[in-house]
């Protein structure tokens, strides 16, 4: 995005150079510089946006091929349509019709020869040091699962290097080789293998595998914070909302993807970190005066830090005011808080039933550990727990955790409803997110409109 919006910028000063001060064209009197100036930002804020409706910066997009030509091609075409139309109604200045023509030549010459550039180092600098890519592992033994591997190969710029092979359930029926990728294991140590070789995704290539035991192999992905994908032999309408991508005319089909991702989380980061921000300038002296009566009680630290696991199975230090006493879980260990805990202290009672004492969560919001919304981080001591007892529980770690969420908001928190419940809603939020179901789960925490029995 950054090479684009610069590759962009530059390509709309040449254009006026070439134009106007080249001494290529004939120059006539009434065109001013103040009018083209005016226009500028407009112009490139534009261009930019018609480049993402073409899709331009989704995940896993090639840097550069014919395709992407041609989406630059339309996207400048639409970019300049809509400035002609702005102008056409708003009257920003006079200007020249060739200048259009020079300068949609000048952005498309501009974008395609930056993202050539830009291929050649991604391939040269970092995809083809490992940096950048994702860690892919291949189940299978036969002809898709070595053409799956040479294909991510030889296309390094995809963002996928194939670390290893995992046998399947049958064994290599077609054994094959492929130079520098080695052998792990097999599929019944599949959880094993991915966390030790740190494995960020999972092509799965074989046919032959009994269809009862995919459910199995995409929970031990979920497990090791692996995508999982699947050749579409493998599988017929076994999951709903699939995504399908191509490699070396290979279809891949995908588990769907949580809409939060690439521009939309960088959206969400930035809207988080402004909330953030004013939610602790406004609330940060209630919070220290509430800090210091908590300190002067028992003179024991007030702010409280517990390990919880958030995006991609990563464990960080959530912030609380801290409600219980300094020893409430030395006789009985890790154990869940209720309703009415006779751990908490008096003070504790109230700040929890206000819920002030998750506003310092708001810290670990701008550290980018959390965000204001998204599934409730658990502890790691429980989640080994949850691990086996319900599936596909790690799912819900595939986005930040959340001050607030959608099971919260719908009476789903503390004591009240199951996990398997919980996941339920946590799922449906991951897989459903927008802006203003974000707002929507925010405001109605703000006011407290949540079902009946939530604490």
């Keep these: 995005m950054a090479a684009d919006v610069a590759a962009i910028t530059c390509a709309l000063f040449l254009s006026y150079w070439v134009r106007f001060q080249s001494g290529w064209i004939e120059v006539k009197l009434g065109y001013l510089s103040g009018d083209y100036l005016r226009i500028l930002p407009f112009a490139l804020l534009i261009w930019f946006l018609a ?3 073409e899709n331009l910066y989704r995940r896993r997009m090639r840097v550069f091929d014919f395709n992407v030509v041609r989406r630059i091609v339309t996207g400048s075409c639409l970019a300049l349509l809509i400035l002609i139309a702005i102008n056409f109604y708003g009257k920003f200045g006079e200007y020249s019709r060739l200048t259009s023509v020079i300068l949609l030549v000048m952005v498309i010459l501009a974008l395609v020869f930056n993202r050539i550039i830009l291929n050649r180092i991604l391939q040269l600098l970092l995809l083809k040091r490992g940096i950048g890519q994702s860690r892919t592992v291949v189940i299978g033994s036969g002809r898709i699962a070595a053409a799956i591997c040479r294909g991510l190969l030889r296309q390094p710029e995809r963002g996928m290097i194939p670390i290893g092979i995992v046998h399947g359930q049958r064994g290599p029926k077609e054994p094959f080789t492929v130079e520098g990728i080695p052998t792990l294991g097999h599929v019944e140590h599949l959880e094993a293998l991915l966390k030790e070789h740190r494995a960020d995704e999972v092509i799965l ?14 929970v031990q992905c979920e497990r090791a914070s692996a995508e999982f994908r699947i050749v579409p032999e493998t599988t017929e309408l076994l999951f709903s909302g699939m995504t399908v991508e191509t490699l070396d005319g290979i279809p891949l089909l995908g588990i769907r993807e949580t809409p939060l991702q690439g521009w939309n989380a960088a959206l969400k980061r930035l809207i988080d970190f402004c909330a953030a921000l004013m939610g602790l300038l406004l609330f940060g002296i209630p919070v220290l005066v509430f800090a210091a009566l908590i300190r002067r ?3 024991h630290p007030a702010l409280f830090r517990q390990e919880r696991m958030g995006i991609d199975g990563r464990i960080f230090k959530l912030l609380k005011l801290r409600t219980m006493r300094p020893d409430a879980e030395k006789e009985t260990g890790p154990i869940f808080a209720t309703e009415e805990d006779q751990r908490c202290t ?3 009672r109230i700040l929890r039933h206000t819920h002030v004492d998750e506003i310092p969560q708001l810290i670990n919001v701008l550290r980018g550990e959390m965000s204001l919304v998204g599934p409730r981080p ?6 080994e727990q949850f691990l ?6 790690m799912a819900r770690h595939k986005v930040k955790s959340g001050i607030t969420g959608w099971a919260q908001i719908n009476g789903l928190c503390g004591r009240h409803g199951s996990i398997s419940e919980r996941l339920k809603y946590d799922l449906y939020y991951i897989e459903n997110w927008s802006l203003w179901l974000d707002f929507k789960i925010l405001m109605r ?3 407290g409109r949540v079902k009946p029995g939530a604490v």
């Design 51 to 53: 480049l993402r409706f």
């Design 205 to 218: 290539t074989e046919p032959e595998l009994d269809r009862e035991h995919l459910p199995g192999l995409l």
């Design 297 to 299: 009680q028992d003179r």
């Design 346 to 348: 008096q003070l504790g």
């Design 378 to 383: 658990e502890r790691p001591y429980f989640v």
């Design 388 to 393: 086996n007892d319900v599936p596909r529980y």
């Design 445 to 447: 925490t703000i006011v």
